[in-house]
């Protein structure tokens, strides 16, 4: 490849040029060195210079850990103007891509996806449409995703106009919009869509003889999505959609979709002819170990149906902990206690209950602890209704309030019912909330049973009880704790290293 400039040159001050690294649409790349000794990829700007340079000049603050750094944008002394940025010294996910004719291993592919969804997402959040989005921008250093060239981005919101007639970016991740020239940040989306389905696949899903064929492709052909693994069918035939506004919203969006098939249950299951995790066919530089973890259901009616048998056992666990406790309260005043007794093992089923439906349908990892916590806590107040239901609460305890000629006896009985409610209400409305409840269900918590959690359940129901005044419901709480954790599938967690997915470069 000819270089306009050969090692040893200085075009720009400060900086000396190495060698040339490659040549693009817009420019050459040279590598580089400075004054200072930092490496540095120098990229000289050619055509389009005002189209580059305009995106380049918005983009030099930015900072992301997964985009390449710009460092400055400088005119030479003869009015070529230079975009200096960060030197990415390992490969292009191009590269990496055109080793894995079959696509790459899945948990790889999810890993460089969202590292990419976050770069992206965090040029839209900073009103940059990328516009360029393809593997040969992509670079991976150190295990690092950098997603680089966004000197040919511009402002969204000059994008929607029609003027653009430039042809823009590589065709095969070009979104079917562009060729009307009204376009907006979806373009993005579209081109992330097209190298989820490559990294997937190890191919691109729309080739052909010619860039027209291609793009007619875009326009019309629906993508074919047989090859990918059935998990990711809806989410790329909804990022590949011709309509941009039937694709994801934001790049955010598109990654918490990718996020939440990707769990490994999802993974191992989609994988009904498609092995869960695909090895490249010879032996990967970049992947030593591949993560196989395990599973659980993924439709519906499987899920319902384990979530079904730890209910049932759930309430057995409850039957056998109250029964114990009739037998230990039997020598001394059995009928005492039956009435507790009772109410302790509707309100444990209850309490179990409300922990094990919910958490059956979150996954961990990647939660929202405080929305969690309020969906908890709603479903709290709904067991200290069944309380009061046990109780024999109703609402004729309320009524004598609203009647004006309630004496003051009565109102006083009835704003004392009124606060055992409340208490009641609040008790298991804030016991839910206090704890991360679903960890004590997760499939793959480090223990099938521990008493660490069932403690701190434990001191959070004692520091409470004050809204409940009896004990009884410490007694529940803690019970419950154990009980969900007995009634919860779990594996049993693989070696750490095997649960990674390492990266080596050489
Ligand atoms: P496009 O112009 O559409 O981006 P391109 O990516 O093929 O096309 P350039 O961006 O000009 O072309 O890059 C030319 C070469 O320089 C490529 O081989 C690319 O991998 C390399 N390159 C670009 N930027 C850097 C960088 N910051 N660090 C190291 N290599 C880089
Ligand atoms: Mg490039």
């Not at 997964?66 to 230079?82: A, C, E, F, K, P």
């Not at 507790?340 to 922990?355: D, E, K, P, R």
Request: aromatic share 8%; glycine share 10%.
């Amino acid at each position: 490849m000819k270089f306009t400039y050969s090692s040893g040159h200085r075009p720009l001050d400060g900086y000396t040029l190495k060698r040339g690294i490659g040549r693009g649409g817009f420019g050459e790349v040279y590598y580089a060195i400075s004054d200072g000794g930092k490496e540095v990829a120098l990229k000289l700007v050619r055509d389009h210079q005002e189209v580059e340079l305009r995106g380049v000049a918005q983009c030099l603050n930015l900072k992301h850990p997964n985009l390449v750094n710009l460092y400055d944008l400088r005119t030479d002394q003869r009015g070529d103007h230079w975009v200096i940025m960060e030197y990415v010294s390992g490969e292009s996910l191009n590269t990496v891509l055109s080793r894995h004719p079959e696509g790459l291993p899945l948990e790889l592919a999810r890993e460089w996806f969202l590292a990419i969804a976050r770069a992206i997402n965090y040029l839209h959040d900073q009103g940059i449409v990328h516009r360029d989005l393809k593997p040969a921008n992509i670079f991976l250093e150190n295990g690092m995703v950098k997603v680089g060239d966004y000197g040919l981005s511009k402002s969204i919101s000059t994008s929607q106009r029609t003027a653009q007639t430039q042809s823009i970016g590589t065709v095969h991740y070009m979104a079917p919009e562009i060729s009307t020239g009204n376009y907006n940040k979806q373009i993005d989306t579209y081109a992330a869509g097209v190298i989820l389905y490559e990294m997937l696949t190890g191919h691109v899903p729309f080739d052909g003889e010619s860039a027209g064929e291609i793009l007619m492709k875009h326009l019309t052909s629906p993508p074919d999505l047989t090859r990918i693994p059935p998990a990711y069918v809806p989410i790329l035939s909804r990022a590949l959609s011709k309509n941009p506004v039937q694709r994801y919203a934001s790049m955010a969006e598109f990654a918490r979709a990718v996020e939440e098939v990707s769990e490994p249950e999802k993974l191992r299951a989609s994988s009904a002819g498609t092995p869960a995790v695909r090895v490249a066919p010879s032996p990967s530089k970049e992947l030593a170990e591949v993560t196989v973890v395990g599973g659980g259901p993924v439709t519906l009616s499987g899920v319902i149906g384990e979530m079904s048998g730890s209910l049932v056992m759930a309430a057995l666990l409850a039957a056998l902990a109250t029964g114990l406790g009739a037998a230990l309260a039997y020598r001394n005043d059995f009928g005492k206690h039956l009435t507790n007794l009772g109410m302790v093992f509707y309100l444990t089923i209850a309490v179990s209950w409300m922990i094990l439906i919910p958490t059956k349908f979150w996954k961990n990892g990647n939660e929202d602890s405080w929305g969690r916590r309020v969906v908890m806590m709603l479903l709290g107040v709904l067991v200290g209704l069944h309380a009061l239901w046990l109780e024999g609460w109703s609402g004729s305890m309320v009524l004598p309030l609203a009647g004006a000629n309630s004496t003051g006896d009565a109102g006083e009985a009835v704003a004392a019912n009124l606060s055992i409610a409340a208490g009641r209400l609040c008790y298991f409305g804030l016991v839910f909330f206090a704890l991360r409840w679903w960890k004590l269900t997760d499939r793959q918590r480090s223990q099938r049973f521990s008493v660490g959690p069932i403690l701190a359940a434990g001191f959070w129901a004692l520091i409470l009880l004050p809204l409940w005044q009896e004990i009884l419901p410490w007694v529940v709480v803690m019970l419950a704790a154990g009980i969900v954790q007995l009634a919860s599938p779990w594996e049993q967690p693989r070696p750490h290293s095997a649960r990674r997915v390492r990266l080596r470069y050489a």
